[in-house]
T-cell receptor, first 112, second 114 residues
Framework: DQQVKQNSPSLSVQEGRISILNCDYT??????FLWYKKYPAEGPTFLIS?????DKNEDGRFTVFLNKSAKHLSLHIVPSQPGDSAVYFC???????????FGAGTQVVVTP | KAGVTQTPRYLIKTRGQQVTLSCSPI?????VSWYQQTPGQGLQFLFE???????NKGNFPGRFSGRQFSNSRSEMNVSTLELGDSALYLC?????????????FGSGTRLTVV
């Protein structure tokens, strides 16, 4: 039962433009949402998180938006840089210590 | 500071054998989680340990087990290996509520079962 879904397997964006990654979830009890970036042959790297009591969180070039009524979150990367080319995973947890449930990932390619 | 260290990086085993993977968390981190990544199933949660106690367990058969030592280092064991156990096994650690502050992942152990 896939409770966290990333429906776009890939995204291509020009350097300097905005990258928007989307994630949908089905369990309204999720309390935390996270985004990770993964390069080949490396473990995922934590980018940013948001709790269910907020609707936006920013950290530098990364902003996460949460729409609880739509059970939808998105990650905005502005501006996109070549080093952002990686697979991005969204994840959700029922509590601050709970197991993370990951989406399938979105491959982002930033072109010059 | 040193990151999460997983050993070995690569492992080839034969069906029916057992395997033990090791994870050393970031110093001071008391929570250790394990995940399996496969092309078909993606990243799936195996279990989480905190202060030597298993706090959470995923939907994996009993062949998958783990433990955590008093120094927070963790091991996971897979017995009677099957071809489908071939995967990247990732360990992650956190000092506090990981979901709120983000777990730090190691580079993983690539297990190939032949």
């Amino acid at each position: 039962d896939q409770q966290v879904k990333q429906n776009s397997p890939s995204l291509s964006v020009q350097e300097g433009r905005i990258s928007i990654l989307n994630c949908d979830y089905t369990n309204s009890m999720f309390d935390y949402f996270l985004w990770y970036k993964k390069y080949p042959a490396e473990g995922p790297t934590f980018l940013i998180s948001i709790s269910s009591i907020k609707d936006k969180n920013e950290d530098g070039r990364f902003t996460v938006f949460l729409n609880k009524s739509a059970k939808h979150l998105s990650l905005h990367i502005v501006p996109s840089q070549p080093g952002d080319s990686a697979v991005y995973f969204c994840a959700a947890s029922l509590d601050s210590w709970g197991k993370l449930q990951f989406g399938a990932g979105t491959q982002v390619v930033v072109t010059p | 500071k040193a990151g999460v260290t997983q050993t070995p990086r690569y492992l080839i085993k034969t069906r029916g054998q057992q395997v033990t993977l090791s994870c050393s968390p970031i110093s001071g981190h008391r929570s250790v989680s394990w995940y399996q990544q496969t092309p078909g199933q993606g990243l799936q949660f195996l279990f989480e340990y905190f202060s030597e106690t298993q706090r959470n367990k995923g939907n994996f058969p009993g062949r998958f087990s783990g433990r955590q030592f008093s120094n927070s280092r963790s091991e996971m064991n897979v017995s009677t290996l099957e071809l489908g156990d071939s995967a990247l096994y990732l360990c992650a650690s956190s000092s506090r509520g990981g979901a709120g502050y983000g777990y730090t992942f190691g580079s993983g152990t690539r297990l190939t079962v032949v």
